[in-house]
């Protein structure tokens, strides 16, 4: 490897960083997709419970997660980068919340930046991490991904929607044989995740054959790496308003009979999103864009930190608002659906539930 490809990794790296949350503070992060205000909460006026009583424990790879929450993969591999790792991995541990790093494919290729993702455990030494990589490295690169931060899972990555509008971006896409492979032989349990553009009931389907043991549906309506990916190319390909809504493919993974553990992606910025993610399915939410741009202002960390306490706080008065004492009776919450929710539904399922 040159050190020209390298400068280009790294740049490329930080222009993530700053136009994601350029857009992200624009707002440009929209789609025409259904968003959880499509979902409306019916109350429950007579609850028979106190916000002591509730516990949204939840077990997921596994593991125990107090709070169904955690930070998700952005970034690694640069001087800037490393030091928001670092930020996030003090934040992730003071709040008691799992945390992924982003991709590990740059110190994979050099390996002198794996020291940056290195210090994430050595910050969170009891932390549950989460590796990253995209979906076409090989076992090999997977065990080494994971030997890097001593993770206790992997997530990879697909992102065909982000790949096509980059001008460097790939052009070929083979992945299911190598997900399964890598799923199956790996000794941590395997996460696929998509970006921000959704997953439809096939994906679900094609995921369900493999030895996947999670999915994250990351879904439009946060970060819209198309729109990034398309300011920083040439060759115009416009999908800016491509994909599927995290809410939406939160219904997909309901319609194709999901099994695998599930997490919720993709424009979380409030205790509500959380809350109503559950009740689609989701074992955990995770946030990207929403952490990276409260964490960018003055005394970011100290922000980051106090929302984070305050969703905790709220999820447990969603629990009372809605009558239920933990996880497993959130799937009994019901809903009024917007007329534009009412017709994916029947678009989708073919009847309303
Ligand atoms: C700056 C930035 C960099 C990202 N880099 C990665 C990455 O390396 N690997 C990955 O799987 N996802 C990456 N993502 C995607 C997020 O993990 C997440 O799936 C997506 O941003 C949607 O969530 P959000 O709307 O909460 O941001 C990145 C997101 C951001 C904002």
């Known amino acids: 490897m040159t050190k020209n490809e390298k400068d280009i990794h790294q740049h490329r ?29 019916l109350p429950n006026s007579l609850p028979e419970l106190s916000v002591n009583e509730v516990s949204l424990k939840t077990q997921f790879l596994g593991e125990d997660f107090a709070f169904p929450f955690y930070i998700e993969a952005m970034t690694g591999g640069t001087a800037r980068a490393d030091r928001l790792n670092e930020q996030l991995a003090h934040i992730a541990k003071n709040q008691q919340l799992a945390l992924a790093v982003g991709s590990q494919s740059i110190a994979l290729k050099f390996p002198e930046l794996a020291s940056g993702f290195k210090k994430v455990r ?30 206790n899972a992997l997530e990879l990555h697909i ?29 941590v349990p395997v996460v696929v995740k998509e970006v921000g553009f959704g997953m439809a009931q096939k994906t679900f389907k ?41 809410v939406e493919s939160l219904f997909e993974a309901k319609a194709a009979g999901n099994q695998k553990q599930l997490v919720a992606t993709g424009g979380i910025s409030k205790a509500e999103d959380i809350f109503k993610s559950l009740c689609l399915g989701a074992d955990l939410a995770s946030s990207a864009g929403f952490i990276l741009s409260t964490l960018m202002q003055e005394n970011g960390a100290e922000k980051v930190e106090a929302t984070l306490a305050q969703w905790k706080a ?25 007329a534009n929710a009412l017709n994916f539904l029947q678009q989708r399922q073919g009847k309303i539930y």
């Open 314 to 338: 709220d999820l447990a008065k969603f629990l009372v608002l809605t009558g239920c004492q933990n996880r497993s009776e959130l799937a009994q919450v019901e809903f009024l659906y917007s």
């Open 13 to 41: 790296k930080d222009e993530h960083l700053s136009l994601a949350l350029k857009y992200w503070r624009e707002g440009k992060n929209q789609t025409s997709g259904l968003t959880f205000s499509d979902l409306r909460l």
């Open 122 to 151: 050595e910050i969170h030494p009891n932390g549950f991490l989460f590796a990253n990589l995209g979906a076409g490295h090989d076992l090999e690169n997977a065990k080494r991904a994971v030997d890097m931060i001593e993770a």
């Open 206 to 246: 094609q995921l369900s054959q493999t030895a996947v043991a999670g999915i994250n549906v990351g879904g439009a309506g946060g970060t819209n790496f198309a729109w990034i990916e398309r300011k920083r190319s040439k060759n115009g390909f416009n999908v800016d308003d491509f994909g599927l809504s995290t």
């Open 159 to 187: 992102n065909t929607a982000q790949e096509l509008p980059m001008d460097e971006g790939d052009r070929a896409f083979y992945w299911l044989d190598n997900i399964h492979e890598i799923a199956s032989k790996l000794e």
